[in-house]
């Protein structure tokens, strides 16, 4: 058997260990991307691989005898390594048939490579783009200028609130945070029931020294509605209204609220009543005095702006950009529409409604339509500042400040949501138009002066500057390529991209496929696909209510997709590769699941489309939580998975022998994550099914049972 990555002699003198080097690069990265590697923050895409780990992939694969990494005297990763040369691969076509956030794509075309990128959701498609388009930064950063002005003084009235000032002047001041409690009603008394999960907004001022007496936490009053302190200890006693409360505790706990002494679920609730309504508790300004940030509650003026931007939303519904499409059915998406969400514009308060077409309005009239472009950087950055300013943000509130909403990979349901000053204020907050507008620019930058950033054995941060550049010359045809840096991108299907892509023409196949049932794409993307086909109803590719997602290869209940149907989109897709891949090229991706059937899904498609295994190697890949566990609900190891077209297949009599040995040999090798022992199993384990797939005893039950008894062997 020809091993060639993953079980490498032993590192030498002045040598690195690949996987070992690669994990770590990856390890450091994903913590701090918008550092590391600021391209990747141009736009939200969900599980993005590190850049680093496609980099040594591609290297590996396109110089397979190079030692990518040297040793300084000291133990740290020299910066004379190969990794770090600058390469211009001429005649090279890279293809990826799952683009997604376009990792593949930016880390190859950086080499030089000819690239070819596929992906059927268009937001992809959109964000792959623009990470390789070329333009001109100082450019964009004077339109940006422009833009803020005009956008400020269109949205000041509805950022401002009313404060008394030291002298006893009311005074305007500019509005960070609105904050936001879900409230339901007793179907007993009626009421309204708030379903805050603490009426604390802080941990005092001060972040990171706790609450006490010096550093009180503000709390709400939920039976006066004032504001108060807490120094957290005993009640909060409202100096207002002079009542008990506790403000650690729940409105709402396990989906169920009480009130009347009677249970109630929230869900049924919802039911019965209509979706939950929102009540506006408290707002964070910034003192116009001191600067400092601070708390007030709502008052009768605060109020009048929220009934002024609703009756602005309603009296402009036909000209305003609006998200109107309904939400598709689907295992992600279950929590909205079982909230009664139906709409994507349900998530979002008239404010925000005026906030992004004010945003686009200025951007239009700033830009002229023959510098397209430049509109679509900003417009994508405003697409990314929705993922922070809809009504399901919730409040990181020991840190104050913003999370995102896509913190798990799902579509949440917040029950203390917070509004974001949209545009934003200067050097302030997060999430805001202008904070998103400030990444863009940080990313294009690092288009054209790239560099790599590691720590060494000091943990010291060295930087690397680099003489490559990222930036594509886009192209329809391959036809049209060029020596280097050519790219076609197209928002489809995969299983058919040999209908558009010459036989045999590429050379390497680079991806990281749908992983299963983990992430459904498109139903998390159609949340900013709604807003871009309103932003660019121009484009053919927004042109859907929400992303078409028939051929999405995906496990996904609420779509019908089982694991019969993962498995012939994924063998459509690896089969479409096999006839455009050249009969000498690989086909290399990552892969990780906690399931069984999830492995055995891939073992079964490779086959089918007439891939096999021919190696593997474990890195590490997701930021990492506990790294001493082995984890059975997650992997957070990649397996990376290096095939080739099958050549003949073997009919092996007793296919199983061959897989516990290379694990034997392995088995002095200590690896501080436990997940790398399972993954280098599994990966004996791919190579041997794929190479005899046909034989008579390689199923699913063979497979299942193998990995079984490996786990046996582990815990003995
Ligand atoms: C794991 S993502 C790729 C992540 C990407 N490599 C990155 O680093 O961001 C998988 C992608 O496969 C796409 N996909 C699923 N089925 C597809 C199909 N039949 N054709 C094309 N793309 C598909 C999804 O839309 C999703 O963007
Ligand atoms: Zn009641
Ligand atoms: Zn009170």
Excluded at 19 to 42: F, I, N
Excluded at 344 to 351: A, E, W
Excluded at 403 to 420: G, S
Excluded at 612 to 625: M, P, R
Aim: proline share 4%.
């Amino acid at each position: 058997m020809n091993l060639i990555w993953g079980r490498q002699p032993k590192p030498n003198m002045g040598k690195l260990d690949f996987t070992a080097t690669v994990s770590k690069l990856a390890q450091d990265e994903l913590g701090k991307r918008q550092h590391y590697r600021p391209v990747y923050s141009l736009h939200k895409y969900w599980a993005r691989r590190a850049g680093s780990q496609f980099r040594s992939i591609l290297l590996r694969t396109l110089l397979p005898d190079s030692t990518l990494f040297l040793q300084d005297e000291d133990g740290s990763l020299s910066v004379k390594s190969k990794y770090f040369d600058n390469f211009d691969f001429k005649n090279k076509v890279i293809l990826d048939p799952f683009m997604g956030g376009g990792t593949t794509l930016i880390e190859s075309n950086r080499l030089g490579c000819n690239v070819i990128g596929w992906d059927l959701n268009p937001l992809s498609w959109w964000i792959t783009r623009e990470g390789l388009k070329v333009i001109d930064v100082d450019i964009l950063q004077k339109y940006t200028d422009e833009v803020f002005e005009v956008a400020q003084n269109e949205l000041d009235e509805f950022y401002k609130t009313e404060i008394e000032n030291s002298n006893g002047d009311l005074v305007k001041a500019d509005v960070m945070h609105f904050f936001w409690f879900r409230e339901a009603k007793c179907e007993v008394c009626e009421k309204e029931v708030s379903l805050h999960s603490r009426t604390i907004l802080n941990k005092g001022l001060k972040r990171n020294i706790g609450i006490s007496s010096e550093n009180p936490a503000t709390t709400v009053c939920l039976r006066c509605g004032d504001l108060g302190e807490w120094n957290g200890f005993g009640d909060f006693d409202c100096k207002s209204c002079n009542s008990k409360s506790d403000p650690l505790s729940k409105g709402v706990s396990s989906g169920s609220f009480e009130c009347c002494g009677k249970k109630q679920k929230v869900v049924e609730n919802v039911k019965k009543y209509g979706r939950l309504k929102e009540r506006l508790v408290a707002i964070e300004y910034i003192d116009p005095d001191t600067k400092q940030r601070l708390y007030k509650s709502p008052s009768k003026d605060d109020l009048r702006i929220i009934k002024q931007c609703k009756s602005l939303v309603e009296a402009n519904k036909n000209k305003l950009a609006i998200p109107n499409s309904k939400i598709p059915k689907g295992d992600s998406s279950k929590r909205w529409l079982n909230h009664q969400y139906e709409r994507y514009v349900d998530v979002f308060s008239d404010r925000q409604i005026l906030a992004v077409n004010s945003i686009l309005e200025s951007i239009k009239s700033v830009i002229p339509i023959d510098d397209i472009e430049y509109r679509y950087s900003l417009i994508t950055a405003l697409s990314n500042s929705l993922e922070y300013n809809n009504m399901m943000v919730p409040y990181n509130y020991p840190h104050r400040k913003l999370h995102h909403l896509f913190t798990h990979h799902a579509l949440p349901i917040t029950m203390m949501p917070v509004e974001n000053n949209l545009l934003g204020i200067e050097g302030k907050g997060a999430g805001t138009f202008r904070n998103c507008v400030a990444r863009y620019l940080k990313g294009k930058k690092y288009c054209n002066s790239p560099f790599d950033k590691y720590k060494n054995a000091q943990n010291k941060l060295v930087s690397v500057d680099s003489d490559e550049r990222i930036g594509a010359t886009f192209v329809d045809d391959i036809a049209q390529f060029g020596d280097s840096n050519a790219s076609i991108l197209r928002c489809g299907d995969s299983t058919r991209l040999h209908e558009h892509v010459p036989e045999k023409s590429v050379d390497y196949v680079i991806t990281d496929p749908p992983y299963y049932d983990s992430i459904h794409y498109s139903e998390l993307a159609n949340f900013f696909y709604v807003w871009m086909k309103e932003f660019c109803p121009e484009v053919d590719f927004f042109s859907r209510e929400t992303i078409d997602s028939t051929k999405e290869a995906i496990v996904n209940k609420g779509h019908n997709k089982g694991a019969k149907e993962y498995t012939d989109l994924m063998a459509g897709v690896f089969s479409s590769c096999h006839k455009v891949l050249k009969d000498n090229g690989k086909l290399v991706f990552t892969f990780h699941h906690k399931k069984i059937e999830a492995w055995w899904t891939i073992a079964e498609s490779l086959s089918r489309a007439g891939f096999c295994v021919v190696d593997t190697f474990a890195v590490e890949s997701e930021y990492k939580v506990n790294p001493h566990i082995r984890n059975k609900e997650t992997l957070d190891m990649d397996l990376v998975l290096i095939c080739e077209k099958i050549q003949s297949t073997e009919e092996s009599p007793n296919p199983s022998k061959n897989i516990f040995t290379p694990l034997e040999e392995m088995a002095s090798e200590k690896h501080t994550n436990p997940n790398w022992h399972y993954l280098q199993f599994i990966g004996s384990l791919l190579r041997e099914t794929t190479r005899c797939y046909n034989s008579s005893v390689v199923n699913y039950k063979w497979f299942e049972d193998l990995i079984n008894q490996f786990n046996i062997k582990q815990t003995v």
